[in-house]
């Protein structure tokens, strides 16, 4: 087990990866497609919105202790640099995030979202069965955005059956990510 929460990046080959269609599939049910799109540059000057024909792009999550997802970004990322910079911008912000409660797709089903100045920035990473649950899990995400240490380096995620791109010390690393 870690000994606290952190925020660890992903990265995607390209737009069209099966794993990044999924993130994509499960953050389009728990938010609403007209809130998630954000200028190709905040306030923060993060770049980040949806994935497109770009060679490698990532997402970040936040994982507990017990290495279970807490929740995960609302937006697909160009580059490491400006997903982890947008991090550091959430952190800075946390006071400001809203937490938005919705019903999942399934009866019983819950979840949520957080926004930043009327934008959704941050989902769920499940669903759950219950309302107290849900929130338990929303709170959980806003104590550990605070204390998350946050990685220097992202992973490559491979679809099954897909090779990944080794570094020469054959970690699993994004190189160009």
Same mark, same amino acid.
């Given at each position: ?16 990866? /099966? ?12 938010? /609403?497609?007209?809130?998630?799109? =954000? /200028?190709? *540059? ?18 970040? =999550? ?7 997802? #807490? ?7 160009? $580059?490491?640099?400006?997903? =982890?910079?947008? %991090? ?5 912000? %946390? ?19 957080? $926004? #930043? ?12 069965? *219950? ?16 204390? *998350? %240490?946050?990685?220097?380096?992202? =992973? ?8 990944? $791109?080794?570094? /020469? ?9």
């Amino acid at each position: 087990m870690a000994d606290s929460p952190r925020v660890v990046f992903s990265s995607f080959r390209s737009g069209g990866d /099966p794993m990044l269609d999924s993130w994509t599939r499960f953050r389009d049910a728990v938010a /609403p497609a007209s809130t998630v799109e =954000r /200028p190709r *540059a905040s306030r923060s000057g993060v770049a980040a919105g949806s994935a497109g024909a770009q060679d490698r792009s990532g997402v970040w =999550r936040i994982l507990a202790t017990n290495n279970r997802e #807490l929740c995960r970004s609302a937006h697909v990322y160009p $580059t490491f640099a400006t997903a =982890r910079a947008h %991090v550091l911008h959430l952190r800075e912000q %946390v006071e400001k995030l809203v937490v938005t409660p919705v019903v999942g797709p399934r009866p019983g089903s819950r979840g949520w979202y957080m $926004t #930043l100045d009327g934008v959704v920035v941050i989902t769920c990473g499940r669903w759950y069965g *219950a309302a107290a649950s849900s929130g338990e899990a929303a709170t959980a995400s806003l104590e550990a955005l605070v204390g *998350a %240490v946050i990685m220097d380096e992202a =992973r490559d995620v491979t679809a099954p059956g897909r090779r990944a $791109t080794r570094d /020469p010390a054959g970690d699993r690393r994004a190189l160009t990510w």
